[in-house]
């Protein structure tokens, strides 16, 4: 069966280090039902040796999930994809992306780009040891290196080893003299490159990534490409989803941000027994209530009450006054 007909990855919401946790896709997935969600990049010793259960787990209603790896050991990376597969996990995912230098240091993500053999190499063994899908998320270049011939040649590789989908991220990696962050912003867009490599590669799944955040930009890409990723502006108006179900998914029934909340209290109610403090998962719904009449209240209230190590259930029911108080008020001025 095609890759493409097993997975819907027409819309999907990037890895984010520190954002998209188990807690955050659980929030997310109360807006869409059809988005492609990715777990933040988890180190391959770290999944093979650490605390699997804190580590990798989720909640079923997450799914359909992808786990995005970071590695370069292929042994390592043949395990940790069969463990991905074991758990569950729709696909796994590895990252070719990430500029820090941590992560270089660690030989992963983005400085990999220079390695397409040993990438080749690492992807061959994920692929024999599973059979989810082994996906790549990568750069379109790094340096002064952004050459279509280059990036064509490295995802010819790894197709040849086995891999179908590539999620372009249309920036370069500037592996140093830039942060993480300078990374995501500094290096000029390039989506005409990401098209280019759809158009001589066909029958590859290709899924554009980098500033998309809006309904029109979202189609002008599916004109050309697979598939979109949507990063940063998601995790600050995470209610956007709403109406990506809406325009993109023709989704008819969708929840109101009062009901997001709702369904999110029960959650909490059922995280705080177990000992998860109430801000873990809190702080995802920063923008919850993003260009609405009193974000601001909403904002300034998590971040008096919440940012403290406050576990106390009633906590929430506080919270719940205000996410109804500001619904209502929205409401009555539409």
């Not at 989720?58 to 990376?77: C, I, M, T």
């Not at 249309?170 to 942060?179: I, Y």
């Not at 004109?223 to 956007?240: A, F, T």
Request: aromatic share 6%; hydrophobic share 35%.
């Amino acid at each position: 069966m095609d890759i493409k007909n097993k997975i819907n990855r027409k819309i999907s919401v990037a890895p984010m280090m520190d954002c998209t946790d188990r807690h955050d896709r659980f929030f997310l997935r109360l807006m869409s039902k059809n988005v492609m969600l990715y777990t933040e990049m988890v180190a391959t010793k770290s999944a093979i040796h650490g605390d699997r259960k804190k580590i990798l787990s989720y909640s079923p209603e997450e799914k359909p999930l992808a786990l995005q790896v970071g590695g370069s050991d292929k042994e390592e990376l043949s395990e940790v994809a069969k463990i991905a597969e074991d758990m569950g996990y729709d696909e796994i995912n590895i990252n070719l992306g990430c500029p820090s230098k941590k992560v270089q240091k660690n030989m992963f993500g983005a400085c990999l780009m220079k390695e397409p053999d040993l990438v080749a190499e690492c992807i061959n063994e994920m692929v024999n040891s599973c059979k989810i899908p082994v996906t790549a998320k990568t750069r379109i270049g790094f340096d002064n290196e952004e050459r279509f011939e280059y990036l064509n040649n490295f995802i010819h590789k790894m197709r040849d080893a086995g891999t179908k989908t590539f999620i372009l991220h249309a920036r370069k990696a500037m592996l140093t003299g830039l942060s993480p962050k300078q990374n995501l912003n500094i290096p000029k867009l390039n989506y005409n490159m990401v098209y280019e490599i759809k158009k001589q590669n066909p029958e590859l799944e290709i899924i554009i990534n980098g500033g998309i955040s809006k309904i029109d930009e979202i189609n002008k890409h599916l004109n050309h490409c697979d598939g979109v990723m949507i990063g940063r502006s998601i995790y600050q108006n995470p209610y956007s989803l709403v109406e990506i179900e809406k325009e993109i998914f023709n989704t008819e029934v969708n929840p109101t941000r009062e009901q997001v909340a709702e369904q999110l209290l029960e959650y909490v109610g059922k995280e705080v027994k177990l000992g998860t403090k109430v801000n873990h998962i809190m702080r995802h719904t920063v923008g919850l209530y993003h260009g609405q009449k009193g974000s601001k209240e909403w904002k300034r209230y998590l971040s008096d009450n919440l940012m403290a190590r406050e576990s106390d259930f009633q906590k929430t029911k506080h919270i719940m006054t205000i996410v109804q108080n500001n619904e209502k008020a929205n409401q009555a001025n539409t």
